[in-house]
């Protein structure tokens, strides 16, 4: 559970001895770049966001003990200023998703909160003062949070609406639900384990709306379908 402190007096009622500490980085005028995994590290390394000191606190996933599932050494946050003009909750980047960056949504804990389940708590490991976001990261947060149109597609009737499911059906190699008017299912255009692809029969004349909401675009998915 959440307690929202209101004063000073009340961080030094609850925490440590009750409670850890939070923030929300957005609210507070910044974001926080969570490296929590290898992948996410070379995303971050492409984005620029070692290439200058810049606040960063160790996770504890980084002295969990040997063998912890969840164990990543190098496990590090780092702060930087929000762009002007951008505003977002909480983005995931690099084509696998693996670099998560928190903004409006979200509450990060700051040092020297615990976390139980890492037997470790969280330590600042770069005091210097938060900077604003390298070029690539702000260019990559600025793409990321583009509102995404949904693509429509306008069969001509129901025969190439049909057509059009049959090919998604063989693609992913699941049974859709026909009789539905809108399901999700995998998207074709990716490698997909959570059902990304929106699919809604939007009238009687066989018109399709179909929407990947891991980003793949109109083409990506036709294309896909061969």
Known sequence: SQLWVKSLDDIDK????????????????????DVDNPAGETVAQSLGCFSEPSFAVQTPRALAPEGHPKKFARAL???FVMPAGLTFGKLHLGDDKSLEVFGMIGTVALPPSWISEYGAGYTVLDASPAIVCPPLLEAALRAAAAPKPKEVSTPSGTRNASAFLDALERTTNKRLPRGRKS?????PAHTDSKASLSVTLAGNDGELVF??????????????LG
């Open 183 to 187: 399901f999700t299912t995998r998207c």
């Open 211 to 224: 929407h990947c909401h891991a980003g793949c675009t109109f083409a990506a998915v036709l294309a896909a």
């Open 14 to 33: 609850y925490w440590p001895a009750v409670a850890n500490l939070g923030y929300q980085p957005g609210q507070s005028g910044f974001v926080e770049v």
């Open 77 to 79: 946050r780092l702060r």
